[in-house]
């Protein structure tokens, strides 16, 4: 065991997907008290098999603590906050009475907003993450491994900064690198660039990656959604430079070609999608802070409209 063990006795997954149930499996298959808190089937599959980690080297099972009631964070110093953005909220006033005010809740999700969303109804603090990974639950009871598992996190809380360093040490030992940044929200913003490029685009398309990029009428769309994205978080108050941004936004097609979006995938599937907190909160931002943003807002509707014709159909 290292320094960080005394901060963090009981860790707690709220939201056991692919994210959550990555990072938790990590964690738990590096010796940590682990809980991970999710739905029925998956719950199940791992109380009777434990957790299926498959990754590049092969399979392992994981054995962990699985639940369904939220009550399950209840002495939790350690929460990693991992449901999709929609569900921020709700889940946060769930477990708002289980938690005290020394508990550290980390947010793994996509989206600028999600930590000060949750904070704002929990006693305790809530810290943000960008999360470099690609992961997926092909079934209940197995999360599949892709690419990638590192996070950065950060917070302008000078109190919270030993905490941080022990969250560092505690994932760094897990094999999991985690940086401390004092830009966690301009990475943040960064990632959201990518996401409102990308998104809304493969997903109305139902196209990867390598094809959207392949037609230069959508490249040079997918350039004004990122200028727009620069405009709205330079009005917020970042520092994003746009020829950064832009060859951020081009590197990405030639690396993943044949990846579709969350987006895409959440379409396809039928399950509601975080486009409100990607390519909707620009839009909405933008209408706050007085920056016109006619293209993320038309992406955001388009991709409303096929959720609501895929519910109706
Ligand atoms: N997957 C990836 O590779 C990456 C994902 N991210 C981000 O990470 C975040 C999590 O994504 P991901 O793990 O893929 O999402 P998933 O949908 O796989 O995981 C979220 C899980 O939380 C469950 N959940 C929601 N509400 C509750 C609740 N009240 N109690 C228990 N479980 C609940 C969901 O169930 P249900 O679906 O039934 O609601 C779902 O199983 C997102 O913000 C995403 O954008 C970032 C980088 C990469
Ligand atoms: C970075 C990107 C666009 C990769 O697919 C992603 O995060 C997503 O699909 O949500």
Not at 78 to 90: N, W
Not at 259 to 275: F, V
Request: charged share 15%.
């Amino acid at each position: 065991m290292n320094d960080s063990t005394p901060f963090f006795a009981h860790i707690a997954v709220v939201g056991a997907g692919a994210v959550g149930s990555f990072f938790g499996a990590m964690l738990a298959r590096a010796g940590h008290r682990v809980v991970l808190i999710g739905r029925p089937a998956h719950v199940e599959a791992i109380r009777r098999e434990g957790l299926q980690l498959q990754m590049k080297g092969g399979t392992e099972r994981v054995a962990l603590e699985a639940q369904t009631d939220i009550a399950a964070v209840q002495g939790a110093d350690l929460v990693l906050l991992c449901v999709k953005s929609p569900d921020t909220e709700a889940v946060a006033l769930e477990m708002a009475p289980h938690l005290g005010a020394d508990a550290l809740v980390l947010s793994l999700q996509n989206g600028v907003d999600n930590a000060a969303r949750a904070a704002r109804h929990l006693p305790c603090a809530v810290v943000p993450s960008v999360v470099y990974v690609a992961t997926a639950m092909p079934a209940p009871g197995i999360v599949a491994h892709f690419g990638r598992g590192d996070l950065v996190i950060g917070s302008p809380d000078a109190a919270l900064q030993p905490r941080l360093q022990a969250v560092a040490a505690l994932f760094g030992a897990a094999g999991v690198p985690v940086v401390v940044s004092p830009d966690v929200m301009g990475e943040l913003w960064r990632k959201l660039m990518l996401n409102c490029a990308y998104n809304a685009i493969s997903a109305i398309a139902q196209q990867p990656y390598g094809a959207m990029v392949a037609l230069p009428e959508i490249q040079a769309v997918m350039r004004e959604v990122v200028e727009e994205v620069v405009a709205v978080a330079r009005a917020d108050g970042q520092r994003l430079d746009l020829d950064a941004c832009l060859q951020a936004m081009d590197q990405l097609a030639p690396a993943m070609p044949g990846q579709m979006s969350s987006t895409a995938q959440d379409l396809a599937r039928g399950k509601p999608s975080e486009i409100d907190h990607l390519n909707g909160f620009i839009a909405r931002r933008g209408e706050a802070l007085g920056v016109a943003t006619p293209v993320n807002r038309t992406l955001h509707a388009l991709v409303r409209l096929a959720e609501a014709a895929r519910r109706g159909g």
